[in-house]
């Protein structure tokens, strides 16, 4: 087998060597090596030439640190294309920079990646306070969720529709602050993440430019249009969350080169930038999602897990886990005195109820109005006798017509 002349740059492989990787390593078979010198030059890295269409040498952004550097051939066609991958990502785990360890958690995960910039003015010797550092996450944790959320559907308000979905959406999603807490980069896995991706993609170039006209013209419109696209609520809460205290913030997207580029990107995205100029502007809007979104009529079915009123007769209020019918966790429904005792005699046998009526955007969503047609729901013995349990050893919970509020 040949190998290249470059006798200064390679350490010999020691898997003894502990490094500050601490994740699973990519498989030096498995790994493409066009993917690598992607993510290389993604994440800074210098290319100081090489063979010609054989291989590659890369040095780590910032000053050159002690000669440190990777060969990595042009394709798996080079000779002992392995051997050198090998070698590479064995460098990459030892490195301290954090740079090595997202290209090594882009190898290992293909994952599209979303960076948040803050300028924030820096502690001592580079430090970041502490409530920097929260507040950076925090938002950049509501803006994946806004994301996750126009992914189901889109809403210029969700409330609590599609939580639980848009979460469990996001539990794959890897997160390597940088230095300085400055920045924060998440790691979005391209198997279940890259709609939640796209979508925070258009609807963060939507809100750029629906700002832009509203502070040009004073007219909302654009921000209306912009539902379509993914803006929201809760996507211009994140917005706020992530400017405010700061002197301006930029969201940046990249695809992951082991996927490709979806369809309707372009190949390089352009980082979507904020100032605190724009927070009125995302106020207004945020206020004007959340007045307009209008009630929603459905037919629920869900069990009784609380129950409340004031005297022995009259109507109350029943608290209900959704099973089928809407998005949303739980929902409160206030009835009438009949509608109430039937939805109380479904719960003591087991047995859920069907409700037809309007959620109310108010609250959240977490309130059915008009409700009518309360009937219990026939299910196998099976799901009976589990409601039945469940029952028995949640009786705390349940609070009879004269128990105490919620």
Request: neutral net charge; proline residues 8%.
């Amino acid at each position: 087998m040949h190998r290249p002349f470059d006798e200064s740059v390679r350490p010999h492989p020691t898997a003894a060597v502990p490094g500050p990787w601490y994740g699973g390593e990519p498989d030096p078979a498995q790994v493409d090596p066009v993917v690598l010198g992607a993510l290389l030059d993604r994440h800074g890295w210098r290319r100081r030439g090489g063979a010609a269409g054989r291989y590659a040498r890369w040095t780590p952004p910032g000053p050159a640190v002690g000669g440190t550097s990777l060969l990595v051939p042009e394709s798996r066609s080079f000779p002992d294309c392995e051997d050198l991958l090998s070698e590479a990502l064995i460098a990459l785990a030892r490195s301290a920079a954090p740079s090595a360890r997202e290209v090594l958690v882009g190898l290992t995960l293909p994952s599209d990646e979303v960076r948040w910039w803050r300028d924030v003015p820096q502690g001592p010797s580079g430090a970041a306070a502490w409530t920097v550092q929260e507040q950076m996450r925090a938002a950049a944790r509501q803006m994946l969720l806004a994301g996750a959320l126009a992914a189901r559907g889109r809403a210029g308000y969700y409330g609590a529709r599609h939580r639980r979905q848009a979460h469990a959406s996001l539990e794959g999603v890897l997160v390597g602050p940088a230095p300085g807490g400055r920045s924060l980069t998440a790691f979005v896995p391209v198997a279940g993440g890259r709609a939640v991706v796209v979508r925070l993609h258009h609807a963060l170039q939507a809100a750029r430019e629906a700002t832009d006209y509203q502070r040009a013209t004073g007219g909302m419109e654009a921000f209306d249009q912009a539902v379509e696209l993914g803006v929201s609520r809760e996507l211009t809460e994140a917005v706020i969350a992530l400017v405010r205290g700061s002197e301006g913030a930029r969201i940046e997207l990249a695809w992951s080169p082991a996927a490709g580029v979806p369809d309707g990107c372009a190949p390089v995205s352009e980082p979507v930038e904020f100032s605190p100029g724009d927070l009125p502007a995302l106020r207004e809007a945020g206020a004007r999602y959340l007045q307009d979104e209008p009630s929603v009529p459905v037919r629920i079915t869900g069990t009784v897990i609380r129950m409340r009123r004031s005297g022995p007769r009259g109507p109350g209020t029943v608290r209900l886990r959704v099973l089928a019918g809407a998005e949303v966790p739980h929902i409160r429904v206030a009835l009438e005195e009949d509608a109430y005792r039937t939805a109380g005699h479904a719960h003591l046998v087991g047995l859920p109820i069907r409700v037809v009526g309007r959620l109310e955007s108010r609250g959240g969503f977490r309130r059915l109005t008009d409700a009518t047609n309360v009937t219990p729901v026939q299910v196998d013995d099976a799901e009976r006798d589990r409601l039945m349990k469940s029952l028995h050893e949640n009786l705390d919970f349940f609070e009879d017509a004269c128990g105490a509020g919620e």
